[in-house]
């Protein structure tokens, strides 16, 4: 399993990123995928999660409203467009698919 996260950066309260996972290693289509997060001195903690055929999603109740998650088979790629990021919104995302290694993250910092 390989996931290689991107998107993340610094943004201003109220404003908007996407996040996007590359995956390869397994058959993606087969698999759910979930994003987490983890911020400084925090356990890491799922944010939204999608169904393998991106039919049906979960959030969070910290991201409802605010952020989606889709996927697209035929790119083995799971995204995550964050919209209205508030400061405690601020931490290292990651994608997973339930099994093996994690992968390196995305810094996502929410500050003016």
């Known amino acids: 399993v390989q996931l290689v996260e991107s998107g993340g950066g610094l943004v201003q309260p109220g404003g908007s990123l996407r996040l996007s996972c590359a995956a390869s290693?397994?058959?993606?289509?087969?698999?759910?995928m979930s994003w987490y997060r983890q911020a400084p001195g925090k356990e890491r903690e799922l944010v939204a999660a999608i169904t393998s055929a991106g039919s049906s999603t979960h959030y969070a109740d910290f991201v409802k409203g605010r952020f989606t998650i889709s996927r697209d088979n035929a790119k083995n790629t799971v995204y995550l467009q964050m919209n209205s990021l508030k400061p405690e919104d601020t931490a290292v995302y990651y994608c997973y698919p339930g099994h093996g290694s994690w992968g390196q993250g995305t810094q996502v910092t929410v500050s003016s």
């Open positions: 290693g397994f058959t993606f289509s087969s698999y759910a």
